[in-house]
């Protein structure tokens, strides 16, 4: 979407030569009004990023024109243009709220440049915008995720999550199974009771059938008491067995036999208890290649694999990486304390165009990072430490391109193309800005201008030395 400017201003022939240098120099969309009254109609009706507006006009100053602009919507940008700049002034517009002021006469490159400064703001403001409204749709699930493969798991999660067939989650690692579970018990008619948690491979295979199943006094060495197992602590709830491909051999079958009739027996006991429970179960192993090679059990597979969710890898959902770095950019900025709030859009490409093989608890960890070292209120690329040339993603053509019309998707991707190419030159030339210029035949200014509109800073792309 192009950017909208509204422009205010009592002089029409100004107003003419605004309108005439932004629609023959850029792609944004200019409304220009006289009288600031009228034109505060017109804000109210209509969507703008940017308020240019002058500073004397009769009927209201720019000043006051500014502050009921930012009363309606305090994120839109504003730029002060004025015959009378002084010191004064330029310091009472910006503690006002004014992004810029440009004083008349001005230079039309002064003009673009600052332009293309503040709409560049504007477009990662749109962009955070658009995902905070995405993330307050949250579905009922709690779970992260607009594609369509993630539709289809939401959906099943919905229709298995009320009955008491067993569900078995499969998927890499990190691709958040155990959310999954969550969801299925938080949606079922148990969620009043517990969903206790069994992580086979967390516990130490002599101890695992006393923590599953409980044991009484003198059953072992240490057994100085009856103890109570996981298994009667869920009673009536939820049995989540997590990294089920990991259990042993000779568990299998006590687990199996749990499944079947719902009875287990507690380690040294004689007496067979029973328990009322819904199982599932979560692993990233591939149980069938596991069944062939004798690891699990065919059988005890089939009681687990009644209801199968099939979390798919991050990097087959790219699409909501964008979405994902905003849930974790809110969760660790009010842990660490710190008003991140926006990302930047070099940053969520080079997220988008990462393969990702930790998953979306990769994706998590380096947000996290990013929020830890950011000083700002908007996470750069270099926060998230993916500065290394080996590292760097470089971004694609956008994957929605065909979601818009003509224009605008060619727009878009020329945009993409200046960030890709911008990169490849600062890698090529090690982050001499002089020597990338060169390469590019342009003027080093002009790069400079590019790698400004982008957000892309030389020193991503300077490699350490390694001294032998």
């Known amino acids: 979407m192009n950017g909208r400017i509204l422009i205010v201003d009592d002089e029409r022939d100004m107003l003419t030569l605004l309108d005439r240098i932004i629609s023959e120099d850029t792609h944004y969309k200019a409304v220009t009004e006289s009288n600031p009254v009228r034109a505060l109609e017109i804000f109210r009706a209509e969507e703008f990023d940017l308020v240019m507006t002058d500073l004397k006009m009769p009927g209201m100053s720019g000043i006051n024109l500014m502050e009921k602009v930012k009363a309606l919507r305090s994120d839109v940008s504003v730029i002060i243009l004025t015959a009378y700049a002084t010191i004064e002034t330029a310091v009472e517009a910006t503690q006002k709220g004014a992004d810029d002021y440009l004083t008349k006469p001005f230079r039309r490159e002064r003009l673009l440049v600052t332009l293309d400064r503040v709409m560049k703001c504007q477009r990662v403001f749109r962009e955070n915008r658009r995902l905070r409204k ?19 798991v939401f959906d099943r999660i ?45 516990i130490l295979e ?124 809110h969760k660790y900025g009010l842990l660490n304390r710190k008003e991140v709030k926006r990302i930047v859009p070099s940053a969520l490409q080079a997220l988008t ?24 209120d908007t996470l750069t690329l270099s926060d998230l430490g993916l500065s290394n040339p080996e590292g760097r993603a470089l971004p694609e053509l956008n994957r929605g391109s065909t979601m818009l019309n003509f224009k605008d998707a060619k727009e878009e991707n020329i945009r993409l193309f200046h960030e890709h190419y911008i990169m490849a030159l600062l890698t090529e030339s090690n982050g001499n800005i002089s020597k990338a210029a060169e390469i ?26 390694n001294t032998p």
Do not use: W
Request: glycine content about 8%; proline content about 4%.
């Open 158 to 202: 919905r229709k298995a999550a009320p009955t008491s067939g067993t569900v078995l989650i499969t998927g890499p690692t990190g691709t958040g199974k155990e959310l999954v579970a969550r969801a299925v018990h938080q949606n079922s008619n148990r969620r009043s009771k517990k969903m206790v948690t069994v992580n086979c491979t967390a």
């Open 206 to 329: 002599n101890m695992i059938e006393s923590e599953l199943f409980g044991h009484v006094k003198g059953a072992f060495t240490g057994a100085t008491t009856d103890k109570k197992g996981l298994v009667e602590a869920a009673d009536g709830g939820t049995l989540f067995l997590d990294e089920i491909g990991d259990l042993k051999p000779g568990l299998q079958t006590s687990i199996l036999r749990l499944l079947q009739e719902g009875e287990y027996r507690p380690v040294g006991s004689v007496i067979t208890k029973k328990a009322d429970l819904r199982f599932i179960a979560a692993t990233n192993k591939n149980l069938e290649q596991a069944i062939r090679d004798n690891t699990f059990r065919e059988d005890l597979f089939y009681r687990l694999n009644v209801i199968r969710l099939e979390i798919p890898p991050l990097r087959d959902r790219p699409e909501d990486i964008p979405l994902l770095s905003h849930h974790f950019l």
């Open 134 to 152: 995405a993330l307050e749709k949250k579905n009922d699930l709690s779970i992260i995720g607009s594609t369509t493969a993630m539709a289809s």
């Open 353 to 376: 165009a990462r393969p990702f093989p930790g998953n979306v608890r990769e994706l998590e960890n380096i947000i996290e990072r990013g929020v830890i070292f950011c000083t700002g």
């Open 440 to 465: 590019a035949g342009i003027q080093r200014q002009y790069l400079h201008r590019l790698m400004k509109e982008s957000a892309i800073a030389a020193n991503e792309f300077r490699e350490k030395k």
